[in-house]
């Protein structure tokens, strides 16, 4: 099979949510108990049971007018992917030929905090009966037999599209253009959930991706003397809370 990708065009959202009781529905996940917060945005967190959540954002503009922003939260399905290189037990977490990074039944023998900590967008979450990682699955059960996600048969705005990558990519930042601005392709180009925000990361209140690359690409030469000094710094301190953490 071919290297598939979701694409998610934020401009086309309008935070129906139907795409978050897609999820919970396709995969038999429970209701969170929430409460109302002034917002209408819940749960207020990705949780065991909601892999997918859109996030709601009022944001002041310089004309004085409010941005309501929504972005839909869930697994970038990174290529390469840090959850992946902090795992121990090389089966436990995978990357599928479709672009899907997956999570299986091994991850209730890795140290779950380990993992959470090593994705730079706090997807990973611990179901507490089974003790499992769990997350986006990119839908792997439909897509390897012919079905598009979930999530996105349910979306109808067309917000959510899934097809190869090189199609959803171009897609992408076709959009971008067309949007102008501050629109930009969300978190780039190695990943295989990608979105076309029409302003910036920091407007919707998440993680920039490049963290990840320069984490996972220490060695390579695009690092300047200066970068790589920090990042031995870093490195060294990251061992010694290990250390201390297995003691
Ligand atoms: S179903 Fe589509 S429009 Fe509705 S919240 Fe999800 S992405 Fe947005
Ligand atoms: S977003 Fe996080 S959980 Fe998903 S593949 Fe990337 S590192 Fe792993
Ligand atoms: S791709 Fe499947 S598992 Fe992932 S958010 Fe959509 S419905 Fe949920």
Request: with cysteine.
């Amino acid at each position: 099979m071919a290297e598939m990708a979701i694409f998610i065009d934020v401009y086309k959202c309008t935070a129906c949510r139907a795409c978050q009781v897609a999820c919970k529905n396709w995969n038999q996940l429970k209701a969170d108990k929430t409460e109302s917060r002034g917002s209408h945005e819940n749960p207020t967190d990705l949780s065991a049971n909601t892999w997918n959540r859109i996030r709601f954002r009022e944001v002041l503009m310089p004309d004085g007018k409010i941005d309501w922003s929504f972005f839909s939260d869930r697994c970038r399905h990174c290529d390469p992917a840090p959850c992946m290189e902090a795992s121990k037990i090389p089966e436990a977490i995978v990357k599928h030929e479709t672009g899907a990074v997956l999570f299986g039944e091994k991850t209730k023998e890795l140290y779950f905090q380990d993992i959470r900590d090593a994705c730079p967008f706090d997807i990973p979450r611990m179901d507490e009966k089974s003790k499992k990682i769990v997350k986006c699955t990119l839908c792997i059960d439909r897509v390897t037999n012919g079905l598009k996600p979930s999530c996105v048969t349910a979306c109808s705005t067309s917000a959510l599209l899934y097809g190869p990558k090189a199609e959803m990519l171009s897609l992408a930042k076709k959009r971008v253009k067309e949007l102008g601005g501050n629109a930009c392709l969300y978190p780039g180009e190695e990943f295989n959930t990608i979105w076309a925000l029409p302003d910036t990361p920091k407007h919707y209140g998440i993680a920039e991706a490049p963290k990840i690359h320069n984490y996972m690409f220490a060695g390579s030469k695009l690092f300047s003397p200066l970068g790589k000094a920090s990042l031995a710094v870093g490195l060294i301190g990251y061992m010694r809370t290990r250390t201390e953490r297995n003691q």
